[in-house]
């Protein structure tokens, strides 16, 4: 969006946007007491940009830092300095890779 951010994202936009499952998304709301989408009287659910930050993050040290969800659990409790920080460096680290695999198939 040009200048503003959503307020809400509906689950099939948090699901686009995160490359994960509703299924996916409605299992960590029950293991994860951190994750709860606010739901309208329909019971909608309504996804907050921390919410979908927090899902992010989840993702990342699911997929990217192999943990299980109880360490997932610790170390979101902890603190996300340190998630930010490594998700920053893992996409870093990412980019240049695919920079030199592009280099290296022009030699």
Same mark, same amino acid.
Do not use: C
């Given at each position: 969006?040009? @200048? ?7 689950? +099939? &936009?948090?699901?686009?946007?995160? @490359? ?8 960590? &709301?029950?293991?994860?007491?951190? $994750? *709860? ?7 909608? *659910? ?7 930050? $927090? ?13 299980? /969800?109880?360490?997932?659990?610790? *170390? $979101?409790? /902890?603190?996300?300095?340190?998630? &930010? ?8 680290? +990412?980019?240049? *890779?695919? &920079? ?8």
């Amino acid at each position: 969006m040009t @200048g503003m951010e959503k307020v809400y994202y509906s689950i +099939k &936009e948090v699901s686009e946007l995160s @490359g994960l499952p509703f299924s996916t998304l409605r299992y960590w &709301e029950q293991i994860f007491p951190m $994750l *709860r989408p606010h739901r309208n009287q329909g019971m909608t *659910r309504f996804y907050t940009k921390s919410d979908l930050d $927090l899902v992010v993050k989840i993702k990342f040290l699911r997929d990217e830092q192999h943990l299980s /969800v109880a360490a997932i659990k610790k *170390r $979101l409790k /902890v603190g996300d300095d340190d998630i &930010e920080r490594r998700m920053q460096m893992t996409e870093l680290l +990412k980019k240049i *890779r695919e &920079e030199l695999v592009t280099i290296r198939a022009n030699i």
